[in-house]
């Protein structure tokens, strides 16, 4: 595939979707993938589906369209999933993959196998964002298609702090600048602003945070029980872990939160010495090999208490 006009040919009728609690990347890649086709293909049945997004999201260009997946049965032409490197994670949305006459996955996630038709894979990328911007006519580029894909890059690089940064993704961010986004408010809006509970939740985890392998491994959770106390969700929570990661003489980070009656959803930063993408995996997840994350049934701390041995393990 060397542009998505290539995969459009006739199809009339056309979903796009991301992973479950879609972050920046994920909502930015669909919606700006979702302007492009919308503009180009004007007349066309096509969808986004997505959880519902957190509000700070909601004046990007299409974000009013986005839907969620309900009891009807559709048969999609063409349905395409981004950001998303195992089928499991497009949540819902995964039976109108399944009935789909043409499937298409376009991701930067370390995978371990493809499960789309047609599969646009290039884990060196900083975003899936970034990648739209490849495959899409960039002479149709707009303000609209830019405010979003602008967006997407900004957060998985850290606004372009992360290794996953390249001299392309900065080429590219520029392009996108040059269409009049307004590039400081979409990051104060999306990334900077932080409610007081965010920061008080932040606090909260940073005091209970404990260092594990001479210093090297970091780790802190939060159950369902504080979450409540401190009026917060999940989302609220995506800051934690990369404030432990920054800590000095860190390589990992380790941060969990509660998901279900004795479920815990863990998030692993790395430094760049050991690829957290593996170590998720041998815990059946996955991601990049500098964030990546699983579930774990244990108890937080002896879950802790584990990953911080194999962190041992694989500095030594
Ligand atoms: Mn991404």
Redesign the pocket.
């Known amino acids: 595939m060397k542009k998505i006009d290539e995969i459009m040919q006739d199809h009339r009728v056309i979903g796009i979707t991301a992973h479950v609690r879609p972050d920046g ?2 909502i930015g890649s669909c919606l700006g993938l979702w302007n492009y086709l919308t503009r180009k293909y004007a007349g066309r049945d096509i969808q986004v589906y997505l959880d519902p997004l957190p509000t700070k999201f909601l004046f990007l260009p299409g974000a009013d369209q986005v839907k969620q997946v309900g009891d009807e049965e559709r048969n999609f032409d063409l349905f395409i999933t981004l ?1 998303c490197g195992a089928i499991d994670r497009i949540g819902p949305a995964a039976k109108y993959f399944r009935a789909a006459r043409k499937t298409v996955c376009i991701d ?1 996630h370390v995978r371990m196998g493809d499960f789309a038709q047609i599969n646009y894979i290039f884990p060196e990328a900083s ?2 964002s970034e990648l739209i911007f490849d495959l899409i006519d960039q002479d149709l580029l707009d303000n609209k298609i830019a405010q979003c894909l602008y967006m997407g890059i900004a957060h ?1 690089t850290g606004l372009f702090q992360y290794s996953c940064t390249s001299e392309k993704t900065m080429r590219i961010a520029g392009r996108l600048m040059s269409t009049g986004i307004d590039y400081s408010g979409i990051i104060d809006m999306t990334f900077s602003a932080r409610s007081f509970e965010q920061n008080r939740i932040l606090g909260h985890a940073l005091d209970k945070a404990r260092l594990y392998a001479d210093g090297r491994f970091v780790a802190s959770y939060i159950s369902k029980e504080e979450m409540d106390a401190y009026g917060v969700a999940a989302g609220d929570l995506d800051l934690i872990v990369s404030q432990l990661r920054v800590i000095k003489g860190v390589e990992v980070a380790c941060f969990l939160y509660q998901v279900g009656a004795s479920d815990f959803k863990v998030s692993f930063r790395s430094n760049g010495r050991i690829d957290v993408a593996a170590l998720a995996m041998d815990y059946g997840g996955g991601g990049h090999i500098r964030a990546a994350g699983c579930n774990t049934a244990l108890k937080p701390k002896e879950a802790i208490c584990l990953f911080a041995d194999r962190v041992k393990d694989l500095l030594s």
Request: aromatic letters at 0%; glycine letters at 0%; charged letters at 45%.
């Open positions: 990347d994920a950001d930067h975003s899936t998985d």
